[in-house]
């Protein structure tokens, strides 16, 4: 149930209705789980039970681990939290990968092994809710919060439906304390919901959409036959593509929480005014990158043990990362490259970049420039496909473009996307917008809703996030 489909919506109203029915915080928390539970069975109705069996284990061994004194005992708990969410994680979403590497490494010893087929549906958002499940009991290891008793609450936490399939990864720390007293809904509050709802939509359904993702699929399904001029255009226009999807969903799930009075955090700040890569990586998918370093960077050491044991784990941390987006080498190699850009920076500048004038925005135009091209292993479905668009890119005997106006008006909404993040840089949304004029909100807000409005009954795509 895709937020951008007139199912959704109307499930969204009815959802709403209700709410506004119900006065007892109890029964308004029941609503919003069943809702839960229903947009996550429109997926995929046997996966609920696979939702569920992860809620009841995870909060029955948090309560466990809350009570326990025992070192040994606590450990052993945390294990076996650590063994059945990333046991099934690895299980429907690597479980393919693996086999099929074992097939290869067994060929190369000359052993022809021929597996059962391992036709596994991956469940929707088994990365997102699987890692805020796990933060959870991590926490309540460390006795840095304690456990709920409230088997709804948790179970509400996991599957909250607004961010439920492609996050923000939330933290009980954050979420849990936010159950325990009824929700105040102001105006305020949901109109500004409302206004994030549409311009998350606006990015997801114009601009990734019908805007970026056309020349991105013609690229990557015929690299060979595009010409170089385009294949610098489509791999510019994944660079959108990726953000105004994601982070288009994203808005769209803090907007939709905001209506019912919760607060999740951003999962974007920016990221095309990144000066440095430690810098994008503080903008970029911010949920899963403070999670990696939360739960991953910093308990393998972080940078605590020497220079050499601090690149191991930045690049360990980096591969797992890449790892954590889908079961291919490519996502490992794309994890890989930013591990390697890290350490050079940390290496060579220390830390250190400038962050004003001509030296910061060059700073900042190599590293957009790098981070683009290094989508195209992430892009790619396959190792021919990335080799066939970097060698578009050089061919310079190849014909130009037949689309010559499309390609201007493509690079100039890029432009405008990303000198719009250049100039509030050091701001959020709800910082510049309600210092806009009246008209000129008016304006943004109009635009956003006409422009859905004419491009609304095209090609529908799945929000690139859905798959991992």
């Known amino acids: 149930m895709p937020f951008d489909t007139l199912t959704f919506v109307l499930f969204l109203l009815t959802v709403f209705a209700l709410h506004g029915l119900l006065r007892d915080w109890q029964q308004r928390k029941y609503l919003l789980l069943a809702a839960s539970y229903l947009f996550y069975a429109a997926w995929n109705p046997p996966f609920v039970l696979l939702l569920a069996f992860t809620t009841i284990v995870d909060w029955w061994l948090a309560r466990r681990l809350d009570d326990a004194n025992d070192p040994r005992q606590r ?98 720390a954050s979420f849990l304390p936010q159950l325990l007293e009824r929700r105040q809904i102001t105006m305020a509050k949901f109109g500004w919901g409302l206004l994030l709802l549409i311009f998350g939509l606006f990015q997801k359904v114009v601009l990734a959409d019908f805007l970026f993702a056309p020349m991105v699929d013609d690229l990557y399904a015929a690299p ?38 919760f607060e999740l955090p951003d999962n ?13 990586w503080r903008r970029w998918h911010i ?12 308990p393998l050491g972080g940078n605590r043990l020497g ?27 794309w994890g890989g490259l930013h591990g390697l850009y890290l350490l ?59 689309d010559f106006i499309g390609m201007v008006l493509l690079l100039l909404c ?16 709800e910082d510049w917008f309600p210092a806009l004029n009246r008209a000129l909100q008016l304006a943004l807000v109009s635009g956003s809703l006409i422009s859905l409005f004419l491009v609304s009954g095209g090609q529908q795509r799945a929000f690139i996030y859905f798959q991992f």
């Not at 489509?234 to 939709?256: K, N, R, W």
């Not at 920016?270 to 810098?279: E, K, N």
């Not at 601090?310 to 889908?326: R, S």
């Not at 890029?414 to 949304?429: A, G, K, M």
Request: neutral net charge; proline residues 4%; glycine residues 10%.
């Open 307 to 333: 220079a050499r044991r601090t690149g191991i784990n930045l690049m360990l941390t980096m591969l797992i990362g890449g790892l954590w987006h889908g079961a291919s080498w490519l996502f490992v190699l």
């Open 75 to 172: 450990k052993m708990l945390l294990g076996l939290s650590l063994l059945s969410n990333l046991g099934l994680l690895g299980y429907f979403k690597y479980g393919g990968f693996l086999l099929n590497n074992f097939v290869d490494l067994a060929g190369r010893f000359g052993v022809a092994y021929e597996p059962p087929a391992f036709d596994i549906v991956l469940p929707a958002g088994i990365s997102f809710y699987t890692f805020q499940a796990l933060s959870y009991t991590i926490d309540v290891y460390r006795r840095q919060i304690r456990a709920t008793s409230s088997l709804s609450d948790f179970a509400l936490f996991v599957s909250f439906f607004p961010q439920l399939v492609a996050g923000p990864i939330v933290r009980a």
């Open 287 to 298: 949920s899963l990158s403070t999670w990696l370093r939360d739960y991953l960077y910093i």
């Open 344 to 402: 050079i920076e940390r290496r060579w500048f220390q830390g250190k970049l400038p962050q004003t004038g001509l030296p910061a925005l060059a700073a900042g135009m190599l590293t957009f420039v790098v981070v683009t091209l290094t989508w195209i292993p992430f892009r790619s479905p396959d190792i021919p496909t990335m080799l066939g668009v970097m060698s578009a890119l050089v061919d310079f005997d190849r014909e130009a473009t037949d």
């Open 414 to 429: 890029l432009y405008l996307l990303v000198r719009t993040q250049w100039v509030n840089r050091n701001r959020h949304l």
């Open 268 to 280: 974007f700040h920016h990221p095309f005014a990144a000066i440095g890569f430690s810098d994008f």
């Open 224 to 261: 060979a036959d595009t010409g170089w001029l385009d294949a610098w255009a489509g791999v510019a226009a994944f660079s959108g593509q990726i953000f105004c999807d994601f982070a288009g969903y994203s808005l769209c799930a803090i907007g939709i929480a905001l209506c019912f009075g």
